[in-house]
């Protein structure tokens, strides 16, 4: 087997046929991490004894002709979800020892297709970043070029698929976290339709925007590993049945001209030819008005920091994780909180709790929340006159490890053409886009579909167009 071009799908077939067992697969991906993740560094943890008995599970399965879609098959998974009894510390120092209680839903699902976990992947500290650099635990390398990033927060995710140390793996997506990482690496990124995926046992980042997606090597392995964690979850409030919004055959496309007026030149080329090969294959694009679009990066660096802030208030040295000893209780949750937190979780936090704060939340968190109803509008709007909307995932390739540390702001402008997605709760697919030059390297850019709400199905058809 050759695992640089496996696919889930192909996995599968001989799996079921006997040409190799789950074990046999499960040996070689563990030997493919052992290989060449001192390099990369896309794993925090690998499972190998579980792994193994996994695929041994796995394989009876497969003798007694139980075998589902993702039965015996490796993936990854990103470190901020679940595992009972394995530890899961969102690669921050103040969850370094924390173990899971329970499993994630996304986790049970699996489980009981008889799925094999390789182990927890890298990400930046609670999922706040875009180049796995906030990582208490070292960045992890873009197997495309290892003097630049993955992209993140899932980069561990995204670089052990294209690497080839696992078939496909789970990240989770705030304001890009899958879609960037994807692009970066060349693989596919599937940020699902807000509440599509049940976030029960996900360390939440910011609550009403955080969503478990799919990475893997192409559009058919991302839908299969989505089919398989979807659905409604009684244990989160916000997840939904499985929409039925789709579209039979997708052929209208949007594309928001005036948003992309400053775009890179090498970029735009990419861009511009993957629209030609959906044009020649039967698609119609046409521009779409998103006037909202421009304020979506400042209405998300509210609305994320607001929502981690209070989220992460639970991290205080008495209910999880790391306590550092004082003398009285709030020197307990300084202390610890100093001790446990990077840079940017504690930057997130303060900007957060300014932006709550009872004579700001008006100017500034209300506000946000107003324009955050303009650009779901928008897109809304949108959608009444198109199938789909694309646009790059990203405004540049991936950039050196280091390039963008003292300038957080160059950082958040990484997100501008994913975040207004997640603002608007819509799905939307990154896909392999072309590749640019940069110190003789070819690295590869994301083009990004984006669909009406439940329209997985529509990015997935046209996805596998381009
Ligand atoms: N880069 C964005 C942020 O730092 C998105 C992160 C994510 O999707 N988790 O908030």
Known sequence: MDLSTLTIAEARRALDAKEYSALELTNAYLDAIAQKDGEFHAYLEVWTDSA?????????????????????????VKDNMLIEGRIVSAASKILENYHASYDATVISKLKAQGVV??????????????????????????????????????????????????LAALGSDTGGSIRQPAAFCGVVGLKPTYGAVSRSGLIAAASSLDQIGTLAKNVNDAKILFDAIRGHDAMDSTSIENPKSEIRNPKKLGVPREFLTDLNPEIRTQFESTLQTLKDKGYSVTDVALPSLQYALAVYYIINPAEVSTNLARLDGIRYGLSVPADVIGEVYSKTRAAGFGAETRRRILVGTFVLSSGYADAYYRKARSARELIRADFAKAFESVDAIVMPTTPSPAFKL????????????????????????VPAISVPGGTVERDGKKLPVGFQIIGAWGGEQTLFAIGKDV
């Open 117 to 166: 976990f390789l182990g927890r992947t890298n990400m930046d500290e609670f999922a706040l970043g875009s180049s796995t650099e906030n990582s208490a635990y070292g960045p992890t390398k873009n197997p495309h070029d290892t003097s630049r990033v993955p992209g993140g927060t899932s980069g561990g995710s995204a670089a052990a698929v294209a690497a080839g140390m696992a």
């Open 402 to 425: 280091g390039e963008k540390n003292n300038d957080p702001v160059s950082l958040y402008l990484e997100d501008i053409f994913t975040v207004p997605v997640n603002l608007a709760g």
């Open 52 to 76: 193994r008995e996994e695929a041994k599970a796995a394989d009876a399965m497969i003798a007694a002709g139980k075998s589902q879609p993702l039965t015996g098959i490796p993936i990854a």
